[in-house]
């Protein structure tokens, strides 16, 4: 996929070794941190203590796959499915008059932003996963960052320049890509010591689930 003419200035970051373990970082960091039991959910209730969250490791596919997103010079999903099967997908932007952040900083603030979605999600939503919009307030980039059977990660970066409001911003835009995660009517992660734990991931009458990608 080519980039769109009305794109400006488009540039495709350089993946360095450094930036790749800042996304890893940035990741990793947050998923021990749920897993613990330290994270913070919806009114200031813990995550529960997981049974399992494998700290992600660097798929170079899926930062391939991660590529042909950010040339779209825009906040637009990639379709769910790929040879790899399910794929998972978070996307982030920030915008400046300044010079663009290009460098290890972005992947901190994606995941940051991410993140952020903590606080509108409820435990309800970890123990099972019904819609990632409860109350109107978007939850799946969350909890795609922290889906418990997810292993491999791989993100992209690009750069271009927006008009908006009589100002020229630069913009930089990230998409990681995950396999799988996101499915409704499972489980974000399975909890310890959880009641009937192998029941959490499994759905009813053989129906294979919905995925949901956050907007």
Not at 73 to 94: S, V
Request: aromatic share 8%.
């Amino acid at each position: 996929a080519g980039v769109p003419s009305d794109c400006q200035n488009f540039k495709l970051v350089n993946i360095t070794e450094r930036m790749e373990k800042a996304f890893l970082n940035a990741h990793n960091r947050k998923r021990r941190l749920v897993a613990a039991g330290k994270g913070l959910l919806k009114d200031g209730v813990h995550t529960p203590i997981a049974a399992k969250m494998p700290n992600l490791t660097w798929n170079i596919a899926l930062a391939k796959l991660a590529e042909y997103n950010v040339k779209q010079c825009g906040m637009k999903h990639d379709c769910a499915k790929t040879r790899h099967g399910h794929t998972g997908q978070n996307l982030f932007f920030y915008g400046t008059t300044l010079s663009p952040i290009t460098n290890s900083t972005i992947a901190k603030m994606a995941v940051e932003g991410w993140y952020s979605e903590s606080k509108d999600t409820r435990l309800e939503d970890i123990k099972k996963l019904t819609t990632i919009y409860p109350n109107g307030k978007p939850i799946g980039h969350y909890t795609q960052l922290i889906w418990g059977n997810t292993t491999k990660v791989g993100c992209a970066v690009s750069t271009y320049k927006k008009h908006s409001n009589g100002n020229m911003f630069n913009m930089t835009l990230v998409a990681c890509n995950y396999r799988g995660g996101n499915m409704l009517e499972e489980a974000v992660y399975q909890i310890k010591d959880a009641k009937n734990p192998k029941s959490k991931n499994q759905t009813k009458n053989n129906k294979k689930p919905k995925q949901k990608m956050p907007k």
